[in-house]
């Protein structure tokens, strides 16, 4: 079995936020090679001053914030700090929302493409979200 995850996030809602930032720490955590892919409406969330809540789809994801569960953006964070997680940017996606890496947070790695996301998760455990 392989200790390498790769996530891709491509949605914009935070129960799917959530779960993507909940496997990356755990698996950081636990000792595992994480790298997470943000484009599409993922991206936007990790933009320098972009506060905004990302929209529930169901009451699950209204419930995660009232009881007081980790904020997506916090548990990315960790994963970077407490394993071997590393968060790249879509080249494309940056290109479109006119962004530049200057403009993402600090723990996002060099913008990176798709090509090159899918050579270097090979022969690892892919989620999507």
């Not at 990315?76 to 290109?95: I, Q």
């Amino acid at each position: 079995m392989s200790d390498r995850l790769s996530i891709v996030c491509v949605s914009g809602t935070h129960e799917k936020l959530q779960m993507a930032a909940m496997f990356a720490s755990v698996a950081a955590a636990s000792g595992s090679e994480v790298s997470v892919f943000f484009s599409m409406n993922a991206l936007s969330y990790f933009i320098r001053g972009n506060d905004a809540q990302a929209p529930n789809e169901g009451a699950v994801g209204e419930l995660m914030a009232s009881k007081g569960a980790p904020p997506f953006r916090q548990l990315f964070g960790h994963a970077v700090e407490l394993g071997d997680a590393k968060l790249f940017p879509c080249s494309m996606a940056m290109d479109v929302l006119g962004v530049d890496k200057n403009d993402l947070v600090e723990s996002m790695g060099p913008p990176m493409g798709l090509t090159k996301f899918l050579s270097d998760m090979a022969g690892g455990h892919v989620l999507t979200f």
